[in-house]
């Protein structure tokens, strides 16, 4: 089955604390891509990656870092967490005319 | 560069009348343009698409919407929701060989009984 995976679903974590949030797909896609959810804001993107080794920043990257060492993952790095980056996350994967998403990382920064 | 603008936050209607969520985008490319629905608590489905040919396009759940490129609009309609219909809906464009999905900020739709 086509997917991409997220994990974890859910997260809690404390300011300053270092966490990586997993995405990989098996749909051999070029490119990824972060965003995150807002309430009014819609989804901004974060970061996306056009193919392994290229990476590019979004409209809200400050706080964040990516890497794509391999096609299929593309995880989301923050390094030091702070409570405005409590949000709802969301990988993709695509071929421009076709994506998919994950099921989302709720992660709550305190 | 891409932009969607979504020219309602918010959408309230009664159960089994027609409804019309507006979508404007933005490009100096040919594009490609996507509604996808978010019910409470779950993730992103693709609710219809339009890459090229017809203008009119529907979707599931009864869904369509027409591309207009004089004037940059992809307006979503249902002739009569549904109570189930209650969710958030968004538009997004990308472009053929330009892998970047651009989001608007959402229509929260509200159907009343």
């Known amino acids: 089955e086509a997917q991409v995976t997220q994990n974890p679903r859910y997260l809690i974590t404390v300011t300053g604390k270092k966490l990586t949030v997993t995405c990989s797909q098996n749909m051999n896609h070029e490119y990824m891509s972060w965003y995150r959810q807002d309430p009014g804001l819609g989804l901004r993107q974060i970061y996306y990656s056009m193919n392994v080794e290229v990476t590019d920043k979004g409209d809200v990257p400050e706080g964040y870092k990516v890497s794509r060492k391999e096609k299929r993952n593309f995880p989301l790095i923050l390094e030091s967490p702070s409570p405005n980056q409590t949000s709802l996350y969301f990988c993709a994967s695509g071929t421009g005319s076709d994506y998919t998403f994950g099921s989302g990382t709720r992660l709550t920064v305190v | 560069a891409q932009s969607v603008t979504q020219l309602d936050s918010q959408v309230p209607v009664f159960e089994e009348a027609p409804v019309e969520l507006r979508c404007n985008y933005s490009s100096s490319v040919s594009v490609y343009l996507f509604w996808y629905v978010q019910y409470p608590n779950q993730g992103l489905q693709l609710l219809l698409k339009?890459?090229?040919?017809?203008?009119l396009v529907k979707g599931i759940n009864g869904f369509e919407a027409e591309f207009n490129k004089s004037q940059t609009s992809f307006h979503l309609r249902k002739p009569s929701v549904h109570i189930s219909d209650t969710a958030e809906y968004f538009c997004a464009v990308s472009a053929p060989f330009y892998n970047k999905l651009i989001f608007g900020a959402g229509t929260r739709l509200a159907v009343h009984p």
């Open positions: 339009y890459l090229s040919g017809s203008t």
